[in-house]
């Protein structure tokens, strides 16, 4: 299946996004920082396959979302103003983080 997105807008302290087949998430900034996918945050397979997760410190403007841009047609690139813009968020990521009830989506 191929997910198109149709739009995406920052409301308040959350991600508005919605998909061509109708699907629409509203997924909180905190929660998708701290679900961050990139190697920095959620740490990466050393030689023998064991993942070493990073401690990952948030300060003031963490969460705080500047910008984002699509990726070809299946992510997007989250800027946030602390700095940090390594994470790519694929579409299907994103849905599967929207379906998580709250507790275990990092809000």
Same mark, same amino acid.
């Given at each position: 299946?191929?997910?198109?997105?149709?739009?995406? *807008?920052?409301?308040? @302290?959350?991600?508005?996004?919605?998909?061509? @087949?109708?699907? &629409? !998430?509203? %997924?909180?900034? $905190?929660?998708?920082?701290? !679900? =961050? $996918? =990139?190697a920095? =945050?959620?740490?990466?397979p @050393?030689?023998?396959?064991?993942?070493?997760?990073?401690?990952? &410190?948030?300060?003031? *403007?963490?969460? *705080? %979302?500047?910008?984002? &841009? +699509?990726?070809?047609?299946?992510?997007?690139?989250?800027?946030? !103003? @602390?700095?940090?813009? +390594?994470?790519?968020?694929?579409?299907?990521?994103?849905?599967?983080?929207?379906?998580? $009830? $709250?507790?275990?989506?990092? !809000?």
């Open positions: 299946m191929n997910l198109v997105l149709e739009n995406a *807008t920052v409301i308040g @302290d959350e991600l508005a996004l919605s998909f061509e @087949d109708g699907f &629409e !998430a509203y %997924l909180s900034l $905190p929660m998708l920082r701290r !679900a =961050c $996918p =990139c920095g =945050c959620q740490g990466e @050393d030689a023998l396959g064991r993942v070493l997760r990073p401690v990952v &410190e948030y300060g003031p *403007t963490a969460f *705080t %979302l500047e910008k984002f &841009e +699509t990726v070809g047609g299946y992510a997007i690139q989250l800027y946030w !103003a @602390d700095g940090h813009s +390594t994470g790519i968020f694929s579409y299907l990521y994103l849905q599967r983080l929207a379906a998580l $009830p $709250p507790a275990e989506g990092l !809000a």
